[in-house]
């Protein structure tokens, strides 16, 4: 649990990197500010901070001075970042009370000293994070009747407890709890049970599905099979010559490339005469399947390109595909004695209410996930909850197994019955706590739940809490709280209002996912435009509260600006779309008063450092046209 | 719960337009829950004030409290400090609050900063509907538990009118958006509930002298002597 420290005593070491620091900042001077200052305890600068004979003196200043929090002016890359860690895990201090400055990024003694500060006074204001031993249950529910659901059965059951369920005979009518604590409500032969799981992994998959209109209306009969068909139909096709066609209504999908490969190489084991693949865009990038490719030819199978939409025409005698090829001026004419059309794949029966049940997003053609880069592929929006095989997308073979792997890895987790975890969720303030459900309610990931006791110190005696375990840390609920009852640790409304507190001319913030990745990069292409900015971090720019706006812009910025995930790919589901109508809503705020166009909303990705630059310009020149922040209250 | 929206800005920057130092006060009752009134709104409203009379170059000093309710006199007695210390308050609690907390300090001019709408149900983030007309005389058992006086445009005991089409009021034009008629859910409603026969049964008019003020409720058996 969280718990405000008193006795905070901080350790601040600045380095000079072997000199290259001091290229741009003259680090005594930086020292000799920092210390005619209060707000530490021991403060030493060096010439390189990283070496073993330094770990050891830093240990033995720790235990001298009783130091319980560091901060780190160095020139920050992950390899310092370890050792540092590793370092305060050695001497109990917790490793979220260790803040780094990054000196490499600065150019001047100025900055390096306002950087410092900036570190030394968010240590202060920053609440002690504890760990979190939780009991969890080790089985997991499998929901799935098909193959990938009982490779994935099988492979779990090797580390825990496994039910595998078809959802037809026994399916899922509700869900209770959170990761590590389901209850899942079975209707087991039409009676309800309730069953508790730890982990539940879909594994529906999909079905092959026929649909004539993608073939230009063309029935299926004797001579004309659909791929499941033919792979189902135990002819003997001997002496016979069979075309296939892929590409119309599988979207060149894998899983169909891989079974006509399959089904080709084996009519030509069987000594079928002909066998033609007509394809648009070959689809081989998946483990085997190159192979198989190479293999065909060389054992005579066919494979024509072709462009546009091949019709099939009916001789006497036979039928037979018409097509354009890419390089003939004429159409090209395979006589055939069967055409094979491959399918489309669409999601399992029963899916979306599933989806609806267990309130997992689905996306295009109806499978289970939304198309957003920020989702792994596993992962559903709700910890606990993950994905595998096709019924997330038709996917094909060794994919499959890295799935059920990744899945493994997640589920073992909760193989021993507890894990301990970093308190890291919000926490809430149950004095301040109206119970009003609205965190409840933007919760993009279920993590909220409402406790009651005597210990919530209010007039209904409850309080929301957050699920260390189904918590993803957006911050979306601390931002929507109307009672500010609500803060997320290592960036609570203290820390960031910290940082804001005498702000640069522009303020960004910027989501961790996206803008401020950007924001580095754009920096390495233009460092002159970042003169007047300040980027402050947010791990979703669904933390972005109102008062952030206001408040950067009363203590004197000219402009603030919100760096987020491009539309529908936001990490955290719909952070990005309340701090769209947080924005908007400022702005208006900012129109009541005459206070003018100061706030920009801008939809950038980690790679998109020229964008961001292009954004940073266009904040520029609105406020040179808005003018001076008329609005600063001088204090 | 009582359902309330933030008054328009410029409203409460004439309402306080005479003084230097005012303190805003917020409620943690239905004014949070309704996300008007709460702490955050508290703030928000105080920094929105603040800038704005400074770019009026005429600064304006705000301080925020908020506590639990303002529609009771012990929790009231917690803006005492901060009340001293200003020339007006703005209280973002609800009608009921902002008098109750004028009352407490009669001395200081109190202002709202809300306008209070309606006893709403809050039907998702964002959304709040009315449900009860606090008209002293329910009547729910005899409509399929759906309020007539709060749900139907006229407030009518034996609906619907000729006004009710598809299922909505006609009303609902003016006011852009869709109202449903009281009427027909209170006619899906028995209907569901096999009870339709009610729709027939004429109810009498209603004493509406119970849903006029300003009204007193008293339990003589709860109220202590405090003599």
Not at chain 1, 146 to 170: C, R
Not at chain 1, 426 to 454: M, N, Q, S, W
Not at chain 1, 550 to 561: I, P, S, T
Not at chain 2, 124 to 131: A, L, T, Y
Request: with cysteine.
């Amino acid at each position: 649990m969280t718990e405000q420290i008193t006795n905070i005593r901080i350790g601040i070491y600045l380095c000079d990197c072997d000199g290259k620091v001091s290229k741009k900042v003259d680090l005594q001077k930086a020292k000799t500010v920092i210390q005619s200052q209060a707000g530490f305890d021991y403060i030493r600068a060096t010439d390189v901070l990283c070496g073993k004979l330094e770990q050891e003196k830093i240990g033995a200043e720790i235990d001298k001075y009783s130091l319980n929090r560091l901060v780190i002016a160095a020139c920050v890359d992950p390899f310092i970042m370890r050792q540092f860690l590793q370092l305060a895990d050695e001497k109990g201090i917790n490793r979220y009370n260790v803040e780094f400055v990054d000196l490499g990024a600065v150019d001047s003694t100025e900055a390096a000293v306002a950087a410092a500060n900036n570190a030394l006074g968010k240590m202060h204001l920053r609440a002690e994070i504890g760990y979190e031993e939780l009991a969890v249950t080790p089985d997991v529910l499998v929901i799935g009747a098909g193959s990938e659901a009982a490779a994935a059965a099988t492979a779990i059951a090797k580390s825990q407890p496994v039910v595998q369920i078809d959802n037809v005979g026994t399916r899922v009518i509700g869900l209770d709890g959170f990761p590590g604590a389901f209850t899942v409500r079975l209707l087991e032969n039409g009676q309800a049970v309730k069953k508790d799981f730890g982990a539940i992994v879909l594994a529906l998959g999909a079905v092959p599905q026929y649909d004539k209109s993608k073939y230009g209306g063309i029935e299926l009969g004797a001579d004309i099979l659909s791929l499941s068909q033919f792979i189902n139909s135990g002819k003997d096709y001997a002496g016979k010559k069979v075309s296939f066609a892929l590409g119309m209504a599988d979207e060149d999908s894998l899983l169909s490339f891989a079974a006509v490969l399959k089904a080709a190489l084996d009519l030509k084991g069987e000594g079928a005469s002909e066998v033609n693949v007509l394809y648009e865009d070959m689809k081989v990038c998946a483990d085997g399947l190159e192979q198989d490719y190479e293999l065909a030819r060389k054992k005579g199978v066919n494979f024509l390109k072709y462009t546009g939409e091949f019709q099939i025409v009916r001789f006497p005698s036979g039928i037979a595909f018409k097509y354009r090829e890419p390089f003939l001026s004429d159409p090209v004419k395979i006589v055939a004695d069967y055409i094979v059309l491959a399918e489309d794949f669409v999601p399992a029966a029963g899916t979306l209410e599933l989806a609806e049940i267990l309130d997992i997003r689905t996306g295009p053609g109806g499978f289970f996930q939304k198309d957003n880069v920020h989702f792994l592929p596993i992962r559903s929006n709700r910890a606990g909850i993950f994905f595998v095989g096709s019924c997330h997308g038709p996917i094909h073979g060794t994919d499959l197994y890295n799935e059920i792997e990744a899945v493994l890895a997640e589920v073992s987790a909760f193989a021993k019955g507890k894990v301990s975890v970093p308190s890291l969720q919000p926490k809430v303030d149950a004095e301040k706590c109206a119970v009003c459900l609205t965190c409840y309610r933007c919760c993009p990931h279920h993590a909220i739940e409402i406790v009651h006791g005597e210990e919530y110190n209010n007039m209904y005696y409850s309080a929301a809490r957050m699920n260390p375990l189904a918590c993803q840390r957006c911050g979306v609920c601390a931002a929507e709280c109307p009672g500010k009852a609500i803060q997320l640790p290592l960036y609570s409304d203290q820390e960031i209002l910290f940082e804001v507190k005498q702000p640069a001319r522009i303020v960004a913030y910027a989501c961790e996912n996206s803008g401020f990745l950007a924001s580095e990069f754009a920096k390495t292409l233009d460092p002159e435009l970042q003169k007047d900015l300040q980027i402050v971090e947010v791990p979703c720019s669904g933390k972005i509260d109102i008062i952030y706006l206001l408040k950067a812009l009363e203590n004197g910025a000219d402009g603030v600006m919100l760096c987020v995930c491009h539309k529908e790919n936001c990490k955290f589901v719909w952070g990005n779309d309340r701090a769209e109508q947080r924005k908007e809503r400022t702005q208006k705020i900012l129109n009541q008063i005459g206070l003018g166009e100061r706030i920009d909303f801008v939809h950038v990705a980690a790679n998109q450092g020229n964008q961001f630059n292009t954004a940073v310009k266009a904040m520029a020149e609105k406020i040179r046209q808005s003018g001076t922040n008329p609005g600063k209250v001088v204090k | 719960m009582i359902v309330a929206e933030g008054k328009p800005v410029e409203k409460i920057l004439e309402m306080i337009a005479p003084y230097k130092k005012v303190l805003i006060a917020g409620c943690r009752g239905c004014v949070t829950v309704c996300l008007t009134g709460g702490e955050k709104e508290v703030g928000i409203l105080a920094s929105q004030i603040r800038m704005a009379r400074s770019k009026d170059g005429n600064a304006l000093e705000v301080l925020e409290q908020t506590e639990e309710r303002q529609c009771d006199a012990e929790y009231n007695a917690k803006f005492l400090e901060n009340v001293g210390k200003v020339d007006a308050i703005v209280s973002l609690a609800c009608g009921i609050g902002i008098q109750y907390l004028g009352e407490k300090y009669p001395l200081t001019p109190i202002y709202p900063g809300v306008n209070t709408l309606m006893l709403g149900a809050n039907i998702d983030v964002g959304r709040w509907e009315e449900r009860c007309f606090a008209c002293g005389d329910c009547v729910l058992d005899k409509t399929g538990g759906i309020c007539p006086i709060a749900r139907c445009s006229k407030s009518l005991l034996n609906g619907p009118c000729g006004g009710s089409q598809f299922g909505k009021c006609e009303v609902s034009a003016p006011v852009k958006e869709d109202i449903p008629c009281g009427w027909q859910l209170i006619y899906d409603r028995l209907s569901a509930l096999g009870q339709l026969d009610k729709m027939s049964e004429i109810i009498p008019a209603k004493n509406w002298l119970r849903a006029k003020g300003p009204r007193t409720y008293v339990r003589e058996d709860l109220t202590l002597d405090r003599s």
